[in-house]
Each structure stands twice: as C-alpha cells, then as structure tokens.
C-alpha cells in the first residue's frame, strides 16, 4: 500500500493534485485544506497517503498533515461515510473546527457540510467523540495567498461544484462571500462561500 508521496506537483486543482514521483504521474485526491496550502506547479510536494482498494478501483487520498489524515480514517470508520463524504466533510470545516463540532456534538453545526443530513451527523458524533483524544489540539494551516483574484474566484465556484453545489448557486455565494470582506485568500473564501451557499 502507498502511505507516502514525494514528487513534483503536475498539476492542482480543488480536491485534486498530480504528483509526479520518479516519473510516475500519481492522481491524488485530497481535501480543500490541503489544496489551499500546496506549493506552485513544478515545486516539490510530500503528501501522507490513504489508499483505498475496491474491487474496480484503486484510489488515492493525499493530506499534507497526518492530524488530517487520522481523522479522515476516522471518518470512512463511520458506517455511511465513504472516502469522498470524508474528504467533503474535511473540506468543509477546518481541521480543529470539525474536531471541536465532534467532541461537542454540535450536530446543527456539522449539517451545513454538503452531503452530510442529520443522521450521518448524529453517527459521526456518536461513533467518534470519545475516538478523537489522539489529535489533541489541530494547528490550523495558513491558506496560500492569491496570486489573481479572478482565477481564485474561480477555484472557489469550481470547488463549490464538486462538492455538489449547483454552478448558480456557487457563483452567487462567492459573490457574497466577497461582499462581506472576506480575506481574499482561497480557504476563508471558500468557507464563508460554503456557509451561503444554503
């Protein structure tokens, strides 16, 4: 099994980055923290890896800090939850939020992730409170700056879209987003755009 990937990053989009490792190109799927705090195409990259076997498919699942990648196995522990809910519900809260909405069964706060209703809320509560002592207190992972704002925008909508979002709507909760001074910066967007989007 792969549980570790250096290379150079190919390419990176929301929920995805290519990998080249010793010439082979590994497509990687990671969530929205993750994304956010990748170097620039071309830069070298190590990525913590899950990988999951089926018997179609074999998938890989990247995360930049094994805090993130113990919660995501975690969250694929829960019956109901796959490994794209996990890297949905991983991108919809940060890291440290998603832990204290879990330990303090905040389940109002865990049903705004898309994909997630009341009751895979109320099994990752009462499957995981007492599972998550070993992550102790999660730093939070700076979000890369801006390099344009348009095509940063532009990340934001199409990140919305993969995690089931209607284009419209998408566009719109951006534009909200921005309306109400959130930093341009990819993760505070995208999680303020995630918050209207409902």
């Known amino acids: 099994m792969i549980a570790y990937l250096r290379g150079t990053v190919l390419e990176k989009h929301p929920n995805q980055v290519i990998v080249d490792a010793g010439g082979v190109g590994y497509d990687v799927t990671i969530p929205i923290s993750t994304y956010s705090a990748l170097p620039a195409e071309g830069a070298e990259v190590r990525l913590r890896i899950h990988t999951h076997v089926r018997e179609d498919a074999l998938s ?21 939850i796959g490994p794209k809910l996990a890297v949905t519900v991983l991108s919809g809260l940060a890291t440290a939020d998603l832990i204290a909405a879990i330990r303090q069964g905040q389940v109002e706060f865990l049903v705004r992730i898309p994909g997630v209703g ?6 990752m509560v009462l499957e995981l409170r007492d599972k998550l002592d070993v992550l102790g207190p999660v730093p939070a992972v700076a979000a890369a700056p801006a390099s344009s704002f348009s095509a940063l925008e532009q990340d934001v909508v199409s990140a919305l879209v993969n995690l089931g979002c209607a284009r419209p709507a998408a566009e719109a909760s951006v534009r909200k987003a921005k309306a109400a001074g959130v930093p341009v910066e990819f993760e505070p967007l995208f999680r303020k755009a995630l918050e209207l989007v409902r």
């Open 60 to 80: 890989l699942f990247g995360f930049l800090t094994s805090e993130e990648k113990l919660l995501f196995e975690k969250l694929i522990d829960v019956s109901g």
């Open 118 to 123: 009341k009751k895979t809320a109320e099994r």
